[in-house]
């Protein structure tokens, strides 16, 4: 039997928050309409090398960043030796972790501790996977396979973008950045959402569609009860420009 294509790629950096929440999107969908995905890398420390961050972001994105490309580095490592197929699990494994299990900062005297081996043992124990993987944490020689998936996700959508980013039907359908969302609609809308989301890309002249004012992303990192009912603050959060 020959090589089947994946249905959609979704290329990923572990640290944002808006990739994770369109990654769980993204699994509601693959369940009900029986997609395979691929979870490639895109890394906002190498999207961004070219910017001064202290003129351009919060002072804790360059730390933020940086522990995600170092995060990255571990998923080639793990990608190298045991497949494909291990990436998303880990990337959930990473994504509970920062998102679902901690509220406050990550910082600790001006480093980002996601990307310590403290953080990263437990998501490799919990896995089965062996500790020195650990290792590839300072791996530099790993940047260039980042930096190819990042370029590569890049050169779908052009460089104005952030992540996520997903590809649909590769090689030769449709990529898009986002969508960018800040809560899980339910599996109905879930799918529907999709629907609409590849409707629109798949049009030829569709460029764009934007708002800035937007609530929260409804996470417990960002101090949000995800469990209670009721109406939530609008957040004007960054424009696409400020890729986080």
Known sequence: MGFMPDD??????????????????????QDQRDYSVDWRFISLRQLNAHIDYAAHFPPEYEAGHTAGLRLLRVCASVRREHGRE????????FGKRIFDEHTGTYLVEGRDVRGTEAFLRPALTELG?????????????LDAEIQAETDEALALTGRDVGTPIIHVDPPTGVAFF?????????????????????????????AELKRSLREKPQLKSFGVDVDAVGEQEDWHGGSRRTKH
């Open 8 to 29: 959609l790629h979704f290329y990923f950096d572990p640290v944002c928050p808006f990739a994770w929440m369109t990654g769980n999107w993204v699994r509601q969908v």
């Open 86 to 93: 291990l990436m998303n699990p880990l990337y959930q494994a």
């Open 129 to 141: 996977l062996p500790e020195h993987h650990a290792a590839a944490l300072d791996d530099t020689s």
């Open 178 to 206: 986002g969508p960018v969302i800040s809560r899980l609609p339910d599996d109905a809308d879930a799918l529907e959402l999709w629907d609409h989301v590849v409707g629109l890309a798949r049009f030829p002249g569709f």
